[in-house]
């Protein structure tokens, strides 16, 4: 039985379901899900969680994220991408300064028209099949936060080069779309713009020295060896040991005494053998658990 993380370099062409679909017969478990979506363009860290690691796609899914991005001024298109097809060209006149004079509206906490073409559901339909059925509907903004965006010197290893070609390092919360995020950095140069390239390359804690390749994963001889354990997930809190009556307590899902040497906070809790039990919250020496990861 397989359980825990593998964090994936996904190739581009692939959907994140793909990749799921793939590992469940590579590992053979049926319990696989991923922790942020790429679209299929996308290259990079993809957090993949097999077995009971599952329990932790949703804290995944919170974490700060990283990219690397080309910026293609000049084009529009209608999937804010060089994947869609192109609804208006424009004369592009800008420098370095006035595209660093825009990013500078773009840093913080910022509003975000989700695109058309996003899984994103409105009356119980995914928005890209309403745009495939050349249907545009109004789509409430969301408001994200852009922790840092800053222009690179080169391509990165892989991307297009070309005239009206610049790349943007971005690290922002969950639910940004980069791809609006370069739409909008065109419309506000008044040019236009569409993403031309992405690369994630860390989702929370997981970067992309941690990846594996589809190819290194069914090149091993044992893809389960590859796995990191769930814990990981979660190395920002303080590990914590439980016995006696506050491990059995735990087990049991009930309301568990922290040792009186831990303060107020989130904690990884352990078993005596170093079995990671669960993620919990102390208040007042009383643990209780937020999210179980032991075998029942």
């Not at 696989?32 to 077995?51: E, K, N, R, W």
């Not at 796609?57 to 700060?64: D, L, R």
């Not at 190819?215 to 809190?237: M, T």
């Not at 831990?262 to 993620?279: A, K, N, S």
Request: with cysteine.
């Amino acid at each position: 039985m397989a359980n825990g993380v593998l964090i994936i370099d996904k190739p581009s062409g692939w959907t994140s379901m793909d990749i799921c679909a793939k590992l469940r017969g590579i590992l053979r478990e049926k319990r696989v899900g991923h922790g942020g979506t790429l679209d299929p363009m996308a290259t990079g860290v993809l957090p993949v969680f097999a077995g009971r690691a599952t329990r932790a796609v949703e804290f995944a899914v919170e974490g700060e994220k990283e990219y690397l991005a080309a910026l293609r001024l000049g084009v529009i298109t209608n999937t804010q991408d060089t994947t869609g097809q192109v609804e208006e060209t424009r004369p592009v006149h800008v420098d370095r300064a006035a595209l660093e004079g825009a990013l500078e509206h773009f840093r913080g906490e910022i509003a975000q028209i989700p695109p058309m073409y996003s899984a994103i559901k409105i009356q119980g339909k995914k928005l890209y099949q309403l745009a495939r059925a050349g249907q545009e509907v109004e789509r409430t903004p969301r408001r994200v936060t852009i922790h840092s965006l800053e222009v690179q010197e080169k391509a990165p290893a892989g991307f297009p080069e070309g005239e009206n070609l610049w790349y943007l390092r971005v690290t922002c919360s969950k639910g940004t779309y980069v791809r609006t995020l370069c739409h909008d950095i065109g419309a506000a140069l008044g040019c236009g713009g569409c993403m031309a390239a992405l690369r994630r390359t860390r989702v929370g804690d997981y970067g992309l020295e941690r990846a594996v390749t589809l190819e290194q994963l069914q090149a091993a001889e044992d893809p389960a060896g590859l796995l990191l354990p769930v814990d990981s997930c979660f190395f920002g809190h303080d590990a914590v040991e439980l016995e006696g009556r506050a491990l059995r307590q735990a087990r049991n899902g009930a309301p568990f005494p922290c040792p009186s040497s831990v303060p107020d906070g989130i904690y990884r809790f352990y078993g005596p053998g170093g079995e990671f039990l669960l993620l919990g919250r102390c208040v007042k020496g009383t643990g209780t658990t937020i999210k179980s990861f032991f075998e029942v």
